[in-house]
């Protein structure tokens, strides 16, 4: 009988060491999320399942274009998925004929290749502040995000953690850009 009960203690004890080490990889280093809408199409889609690296932020910054996650500013269960336009410092401005000009010059990219139509609060120069992000959605047209005045810039302190891994769905899986 004293070998049983110890067989059972020790199989709790390493569930019990397996279960923390679980939670604290989760809230520390990696969690999943499912991206919910068609803001980032074409990179991603609603329902893609993706991995979210939560450590390298706290020993880099977070760089342009790359894909950030945060919470909604109204409902901090739920979470943003943008990419990172604009950084620290810099100001930012979308003109009439939907270009994103960067400390007066036009941003050169390919993710949102569509022409902006609503520039929002960037129809004006908006200049970052030390720790502020200007972020957007890949489907210009129709994504919530720093340009409108419920989300504005991003402080670097919001960001989860950077997106780096479609899992799901399989015909999909890989690195994003």
Known sequence: MNKVVKEILSNVIWLAVVFALTM????????????????????LQDEDSLLVDKISYRFSDPERFDIVIFPYPSDPEECFIKRII??????????DDGKIWIDGEILEENYGAEVIWD???????????????FVM????????????PSVGN???DDFIGKAFIRIYPFETFGGLD
């Open 137 to 148: 959605g890949d489907n210009r047209n129709h994504s919530m995000d720093s340009r409108d």
């Open 119 to 133: 520039a929002g609060l960037a129809s004006e120069p908006i200049t970052l502040g030390d720790d502020e992000y």
């Open 24 to 43: 604290l990889i989760i809230e520390f280093v990696v969690q999943r999320t499912v991206v919910s809408g068609e803001s980032m199409m074409y990179t």
């Open 86 to 95: 604009g950084l620290p410092g810099e100001t930012i401005q979308i003109d």
């Open 154 to 156: 991003i402080k670097r």
